[in-house]
């Protein structure tokens, strides 16, 4: 009733963020195994938490996060109106997918599940920051994550092999590194879970999270990461067969 949240502490050598940095700047096999490890570990830790049975906090859908994003839009349009319908194509697209793929049930979520709130002790790991705990279908928790691996994971390897020139395309040993990571911290997840997760429905939430960071490259002034955003999303939509809404 107070809304207050009691969080202990977690022993910490070093964050998951952090880890990441390190394992792809070294490229060896070494910390690549160990950095592997270490993903399938949190996607273990994930799928327990989801499985814990947990009731408490509100429930959020693909629904309100869909209107959230869509209304930062809509203000951006009141300042840029050269875009006004323009992602118009992706949210009816987002909300047909949806309708085609019923969400699956809601489970205890942590709602800004990132590799910076995962802590790395040793061989341990622990989660923090529990402010925004909810209730929602495990595709938000994974689809976020993902998300966050996939551009800090780009942009250590842009930074350590050079970044791409403007109007080049990223490598495409980066791309393919980046997928290899989500997709096993993805099939570790599935491999461990007890709840109800339709890789679809991850599918679609990634792509609205993917959408939402280009908007805030807008909102937030970051123009400097547009175009490293813009290649991810480029890259993700033509694995879908989506190319078309971001030409």
């Known amino acids: 009733e107070e809304n207050v ?8 050598d070093v964050s998951l963020k952090d880890q990441l940095r390190l394992s792809l700047h070294a490229g060896t096999p070494e910390e690549m195994n160990r950095l592997r490890a270490l993903l399938a570990k949190t996607a273990r830790g994930l799928s327990e938490l989801h499985g814990s049975g947990v009731t408490s906090g509100k429930v959020v859908t693909f629904e309100d996060e869909l209107a959230e994003v869509r209304g930062r839009v809509e203000r951006l349009e009141r300042f840029v109106p050269e875009i006004i319908g323009a992602a118009d194509p992706l949210f009816d697209l987002l909300e047909s997918i949806a309708r085609a793929h019923p969400a699956d049930p809601a489970v ?5 599940f990132r590799p910076a709130q995962v802590l790395i002790s040793g061989d341990d790991i622990g989660f923090i920051d529990f402010d925004s705990f909810c209730q929602a279908e495990p595709a938000l928790d994974l689809s976020l994550f993902v998300s966050v691996l996939r551009d800090l994971s780009m942009r250590a390897l842009q930074k350590r092999d050079g970044r791409p020139g403007p109007g080049e395309p ?9 997928d290899d990571l989500s997709t096993a911290f993805l099939d570790a997840y599935e491999a461990a879970t007890s709840v109800d ?12 999270e993917v959408w939402s960071r280009i908007v805030d490259c807008w909102i937030k002034d970051r123009p400097e990461r547009l175009p490293h955003c813009m290649q991810l999303l480029t890259h993700l939509y033509a694995r879908e067969g989506l190319t078309e809404l971001v030409a």
């Open 5 to 12: 949240v009691l969080q202990g502490p977690i022993k910490e």
């Open 197 to 208: 997760v339709t890789r679809a429905r991850v599918d679609l939430w990634h792509a609205l």
């Open 108 to 112: 205890p979520s942590h709602r800004s």
């Open 170 to 178: 990223a490598r495409a040993e980066h791309l393919a590194l980046v």
